[in-house]
Antibody, heavy 121, light 111 residues
């Protein structure tokens, strides 16, 4: 059974940093692209970042480019999102999502339950 | 990259069919046959319902179908059931820098 478990969320002040993690199990992690998708309270979904199986292809939404960094450790079956210079508008539930294959142009077939990030002073 | 445009809400009675539109641009929906649709019930994670325009993942009812014409994609749900009441999001591949863009979401109410 595919499982994606996010962690690392919490309350953080504007301008500070936070690192999210996603622990994957139930599939061969290094065969698949992975993504982060967020949802602000009461709002819609927003794709944040994606990474191919071998980290060779990485992309970011314009809203986070230059502040967020996605990475993965295939040996640990884990996906990460380093979030710097956080803003109030980054407040959201952050989902980890699995791509349908190794490339980032396939959609997301499994999602975690999300980790909540709140940016506030 | 701007969000795709969806109606805020649609409604239908049990047994009826509804269609949700998703309008993008020639840079996303119009350029790729890579539109997907997600269903999200309150407090739950999204679920993939349609991908690559019209394909259904294993386990998704054939009451759900997708299509595309030009810069607009559509999701049709036939034989509406109470459990179809949820938020629906379209999503399109948008190129090799900003990979994906979502629509604003449509709330489906089954009357």
């Amino acid at each position: 059974e595919v499982q994606l478990v996010e962690s690392g969320g919490g309350l953080v002040q504007p301008g500070r940093s936070l690192r999210l993690s996603c622990a994957a199990s139930g599939f061969t992690f290094d065969d698949y692209a992975m993504h982060w998708v967020r949802q602000a309270p009461g709002k819609g979904l927003e794709w944040v970042s994606g990474i191919s199986w071998n980290s060779g292809s990485i992309g970011y939404a314009d809203s986070v480019k230059g502040r967020f960094t996605i990475s993965r450790d295939n040996a640990k079956n884990s996906l990460y999102l380093q979030m710097n210079s956080l803003r109030a508008e980054d407040t959201a539930l952050y989902y980890c999502a699995k791509g349908m294959d190794m490339w980032t142009l396939r959609p997301f077939d499994y999602w975690g339950q999300g980790t909540l990030v709140t940016v506030s002073s | 990259q701007s969000a795709l445009t969806q109606p805020a809400s649609v409604s239908g009675s049990p047994g009826q069919s509804i269609t949700i539109s998703c309008t993008g641009t020639s840079s996303d929906v119009g350029s790729y046959n890579l539109v997907s649709w997600y269903q999200q019930h309150p407090g739950k994670a999204p679920k993939l319902m349609i991908y690559e325009g019209s394909k259904r993942p294993s386990g998704v009812s054939n009451r759900f179908s997708g299509s595309k014409s030009g810069n607009t994609a559509s999701l049709t749900i036939s034989g509406l059931q109470a459990e179809d009441e949820a938020d629906y999001y379209c999503c399109s591949y948008a190129g090799s820098s900003t990979f994906w863009v979502f629509g604003g979401g449509t709330k489906l109410t089954v009357l």
